[in-house]
């Protein structure tokens, strides 16, 4: 099966840019979307297609993907960005989530 | 952009079913696929498989094969996914997504929480 891999936890301090990495076999070959969640909320799309903002999403959300790993950055982070972060892709007909980052705001 | 409202917490025995409901409003229910997603307590999501309305095609993860079942009403724009022999492991927050097939989850439920204790 594909799998997707992230780290389980990223750090960064308000104002700074984070990066979330999300590592797959020629995932760069397919689109990969991510998700926000805040606790106790559902998902939140934040890019698709690689690097596509759904209406409402802060320009400050970006991704990047090429070769093995997607990437979402934000830069200028906030506070209320704190959240778990998931990337996601399809395989075949099949859905892949990365297991989850949990970006923390210090 | 649809939206989905999903059945409300259920509380079931082990070794019962649950069969969790997602109505979609706001879209043409038949043009996206309603995919099934857990989230088990402090853990990730995980996909659990996907039904295209229009057509009744059905992907199970492969993990959740044979004890999963996925089915869509489009009279009432209604999808359901029906867990059986549930276990303590099943419980979980469930949550419906549709999505343009092969595109992003661009709108997602509430979340139901299922419950499994004796």
């Known amino acids: 099966s594909y799998d997707l891999s992230q780290p389980p936890s990223v750090s960064v301090s308000p104002g700074q840019t984070a990066s979330i990495a999300c590592s797959g076999d020629?995932?760069?070959?397919?689109?990969a979307s991510w998700y926000q969640q805040k606790p106790g909320q559902s998902p939140v799309l934040v890019i698709y297609e690689d690097v596509k903002r759904p209406s409402g999403i802060p320009e400050r959300f970006s991704g990047s993907n090429s070769g093995n790993t997607a990437t979402l950055t934000i830069s200028g982070t906030q506070a209320m960005d704190e959240a778990d972060y998931y990337c996601?892709?399809?395989?075949?007909?099949?859905?892949?989530f990365g297991g989850g980052t949990k970006l923390t705001v210090l | 952009q649809v939206q989905l409202v999903q059945s409300g917490a259920e509380v079931k025995k082990p070794g019962s079913s649950a069969k969790v409901s997602c109505r979609a409003s706001g879209g043409a229910f038949t043009t996206y696929t309603i995919s099934w997603v857990r989230q088990a307590p402090g853990q990730g999501l995980e996909w659990m498989g996907g039904i295209i309305p229009v057509s009744g095609a059905i992907n199970y993860a492969q993990r959740f094969q044979g004890s999963v079942t996925l089915s869509a009403d489009e009279s009432t724009s209604t999808a359901y996914m029906e867990l059986n022999g549930l276990t303590s492991d099943d419980t979980a927050v469930y949550y419906c997504?549709?999505?343009?097939?092969?595109?992003?989850?661009?709108?997602w439920g509430q979340g139901t929480l299922v419950t499994v204790s004796a």
């Open positions: 996601q892709a399809w395989d075949t007909s099949n859905v892949v």
């Open positions: 997504a549709s999505a343009l097939k092969g595109g992003p989850f661009d709108s």
């Open positions: 020629k995932l760069g070959d397919e689109y």
